[in-house]
């Protein structure tokens, strides 16, 4: 459990301005704004609130520095996110509680995604030395092909607040890995994670302007003017399917290479033949990770009759075992969710799907404040037209419909224009080879519950998103192709 002081010294060490061109700065019009601990509804701190010059100013310093980032040798690049990692691990204690204080997870919890998003650095480390080309004889025999893999230039990051530095290092690693400048805006809710996490960068030798961090409330008026100045080229952004959307048209005006990890409508589906011990461990992560509030959390259960009693009877059981509290306090398992919006929309969604007939095993009801808990909760019997079947629930319920084929758990986990992750719990490898197939996700889980891996391509599918993070095709994203054709007499 960390004491108030130790809160203290966090909170003070945390660089609370803008981050442009190696500077910590205010804004231009001295503009700030309030963090809030979810745990609580008390204001932690205030950050600096970008104006759209400030924006400009982010945009002006990354174009000056690709040059720099570019020409770098890839070993250094590579030595700079090594180092960062190493960083990451040195300062990992507090770097957990500034998440857990800002986001509301627990400081386990928050301490896994330190360690997840250093990662994404070692992997990237790894992966900017490695950025290969080739030599080819054209088919007739005339030319020869030189291929050449150049960074693509500037890169605009917007993230979310769920993963406050995962869903940063998950773009801003491969960028520096493949010699691209960039510019993140972290979500309101959870700036001050990027803020430490780009003192580490600068810590571990990043070049002034490589990175620059800038906070705006006022995401749009920000950064539709860098989208479409032309001078960056490419967009990465993970948060919600309708904001992908807005800034998929924004990005179309300059051509943006563009990359969109959107939300998700994850299946959690167990069959008859299914280990349930094991598919109730696998639920438990695929649910509660991050209370819930997270795009690949398992979001609608389809359990196969045979198995449907004891597979609610056990998830029912350990959920309700579950402790809610502020994340900071000892054996707490659930945080409060992130605000107001995000509890009363949990709060309306089951709601909506008990006015239609679902029934209550356990949780259901919201606490009373300070702070935005909301109880682990498990409903049976969810009508399919349940809004929380269509609509990312983004809290830890766990909605429970059973069937009675495999063609029925199939055909419900595709009925949804999302298509990031879906689970799925069977022995028999026929039939998990045949779900895997026709399921329509960029991801799947099978026989386990969680996927995020950085070491894995991660990404959607449908109105899920566009491109993969990580893995080995995580770099390709920051790389243009080039080809020289070269004439050749003999
Ligand atoms: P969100 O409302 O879409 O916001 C995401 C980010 O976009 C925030 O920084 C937000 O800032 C910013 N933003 C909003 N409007 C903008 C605009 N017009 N121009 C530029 N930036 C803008 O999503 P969220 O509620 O923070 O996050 C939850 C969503 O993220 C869920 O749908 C979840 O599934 C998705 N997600 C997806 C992945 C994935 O990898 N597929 C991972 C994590 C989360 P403001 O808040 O100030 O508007």
């Known amino acids: 459990m960390s004491t108030n002081a130790d809160e203290r010294r966090v909170l003070e060490a945390v660089p609370t301005g803008l981050f442009i061109g190696g ?9 700030t704004a309030k963090v809030e601990d979810p745990a609580t509804g008390e204001v932690l701190t205030e950050v600096a609130d970008a104006a759209p010059s400030d924006g400009m100013d982010a945009l002006a310093a990354a174009h000056s520095a690709q040059p720099t980032i570019a ?11 090594y180092r960062a990692y190493e960083l990451l691990h040195e300062r990992a204690d507090d770097l957990a509680l500034l998440m857990t204080m800002e986001m509301g997870k627990p400081v ?18 790894e992966e900017a030395v490695r950025i290969d080309g080739g030599y080819q004889v054209a088919p007739n025999g005339q030319t020869r092909f030189l291929t050449i893999r150049q960074p693509v230039g500037v890169c605009v990051f917007v993230t979310p607040w769920n993963f406050p530095l995962a869903m940063g290092t998950r773009k801003i690693a491969p960028a520096i890995a493949a010699g691209c400048a960039s510019i993140i805006k972290p979500a309101p809710q959870t700036p001050l994670t990027m803020l430490a996490f780009a003192q580490v960068l600068a810590d571990a030798g990043l070049p002034d302007g490589a990175l620059n961090v800038i ?30 959307k807005k800034l998929l048209a924004q990005a179309s005006e300059k051509v943006l290479r563009t990359s969109l990890e959107l939300g998700g409508n994850a299946s959690f589906i167990v069959l008859d033949d299914a280990d349930v011990d094991a598919a109730v461990e696998g639920a438990m992560i695929a649910k509660m990770r991050n209370m819930g509030e ?42 409060p969710l992130i605000d107001a919006k995000g509890r009363d929309k949990v709060t309306d969604l089951v709601a909506d799907a008990v006015a239609n007939g679902a029934s209550v095993a356990i949780g259901g009801q919201a606490q009373d404040g300070p702070g935005y808990f909301y109880p682990p909760t498990v409903l049976t019997d969810v009508p399919a037209n349940s809004r929380l079947n269509h609509e990312e629930i983004f809290g830890p319920v766990a909605p429970i419909t059973v069937v009675d084929t495999e063609q029925q758990a199939l055909d419900a986990a595709n009925s949804t224009e999302f298509g990031l992750v879906n689970y799925v719990y069977t022995r028999e490898i026929n039939r998990a080879l045949r779900i895997a197939e026709n399921l329509e996700s960029g991801m799947i889980g099978l026989n386990t519950g969680l996927v995020s891996n950085p070491a894995a391509p991660f990404g959607g599918v449908k109105e899920s998103g566009l491109g993969r993070e990580g893995g080995r095709v995580g770099i390709d994203e920051f790389l243009e192709t080039k080809y020289v054709a070269i004439g050749y007499s003999g």
């Open 215 to 244: 906070n705006a409330t006022d995401a749009g008026g920000v950064m539709e003017p860098i989208i479409r100045d032309g001078r960056a080229r490419k967009i990465s952004f993970t948060g919600s399917t309708p904001v992908g």
């Open 71 to 81: 020409a770098l040798p890839p070993r250094q690049r590579s030595e700079i996110l």
């Open 23 to 31: 500077t910590w700065r205010a804004a231009a019009n001295g503009a």
């Open 294 to 335: 997270a795009c690949t959390a398992a979001n609608r259960f389809y359990v196969q009759r045979g198995v449907a009693e004891e597979f609610t009877a056990k998830l029912a059981e350990r959920m309700g075992g579950l402790k809610v509290g502020r994340g900071t306090e000892d054996g707490v398992n659930v945080g």
């Open 108 to 125: 386990a919890e928050a301490r896994g995604e330190v360690v997840y998003a250093s990662e994404f650095l070692r992997w990237f480390a």
